[in-house]
């Protein structure tokens, strides 16, 4: 038994039926999917599950290009589909091997492109053009499914294939998700019941890489809340490499993940001051000129009220806390739950980008 027999037979059932659909076909297929979206696992989910006598799928993992050269990345094609041979040129022979594996096979060829991001940035021009080439030479019986963080680039002999089959690959299913939680905590021998897996599917959306890095938050201890997830090693890694991509708004809508209160965590704070009262403002601008100290309730006051008789009115440190409250609802992603603007009971408040 290998790993892949273990996912659930429906397993990313309306992802896997579109690219089996568009193969089945004769057509190219595209799989967009940022950072962490689990394309690899579908990718290997199909060529390990799902075989059959009128498709066969071939993994190719391009991780595994020793150059982003044409004749390294054909000859990667080739060792994937079985040969080992030598050739001068590895175009001519890599078509020679599909044609070959067609017979054996009695089969049409899907070749499964997994992290195609690399060769498709740094490959030649005329890299494109020998696979399109190549596959109108095998045309209806080899088809290409690449996968990408971003689509590929446009009005190129390649791209011109995807056009009709273009997959964003977001958010597990509810379903696998919570099989997704149930496997993770099995193998970590947790009894973790529903409500656990409620919330962290809540969390993430379901997003693959952040419900298992949330998983492991919660499994050493962090709270279920955003914050407190944010801040753990396991989390904080992910979402910092998540957002190294820069993903655009658009992207992140297409993938599910728009407004996701645990990126915004994640994200450099970036304030609207545009909502904020004038008193609110001058409380901001305190707070950030002195980030990670505690900052005195007399020296807030002076700053935000800073008329000579304030003490003599007797301003009340409840005057304070209150402009704090609002402050942290219109600058905070959880107000109850503060990520900048941290209570130090007895002294002040500290400020934390």
Known sequence: MTVWDTYPSDYRAAEVRAIVTAAQ????????????????????????????????????????????????????????????????????????????????????????????????????????????????????????????????????????????????????????????????????????DRAVADRLIALTRGYPSFLRADGEAHADGAPLNVNGLAAHPAVKARLEEFMSDRPTEDELRRSGLDNLALLQAARPAVFDSSRLTAKEHLLLIYL?????????????????????????????????????????EKIEVDPSAPNHIHTVPGRGYRFTV
């Open 288 to 328: 950030q000129a002195h980030p990670d100290t505690v900052c005195e309730k007399d020296d807030m006051i002076r700053a935000v009220w800073p008329e000579d008789q304030i003490f003599e009115r007797g301003l009340r440190d409840d005057s304070l806390a209150q402009l704090v409250r609002r402050l942290r």
């Open 25 to 192: 076909a004769g057509e190219c297929a595209a799989l967009v999917g940022l950072s962490g979206s689990g394309k690899s696992n579908l990718l290997g989910l199909i060529a390990n599950r799902i075989q059959s006598d009128a498709c066969r799928f071939v993994l190719v993992d391009c991780n595994r290009v020793g150059e982003p050269s044409s004749d390294a990345f054909f000859r990667l094609i080739r060792r994937s589909l079985g040969s080992s041979e030598t050739a001068v040129d590895e175009l001519a022979l890599l078509d020679t091997v599909i044609g070959r594996r067609k017979l054996e096979w009695g089969a049409a060829i899907c070749l499964l492109l997994d992290r195609f991001d690399d060769i498709a940035a740094q490959a030649p021009p005329a890299l494109f053009n020998n696979l399109r080439a190549l596959r109108d030479a095998h045309k209806y019986t080899l088809t290409y499914v690449a996968a990408t963080r971003r689509p590929l680039r446009e009005h190129t002999e390649l791209a011109e294939l995807f056009y009709a089959h273009t997959l964003w690959l977001g958010a597990l299913s509810e379903s696998d998700a919570r099989w997704n939680v149930a496997r993770y905590a099995e193998r970590k021998g947790l009894a973790w």
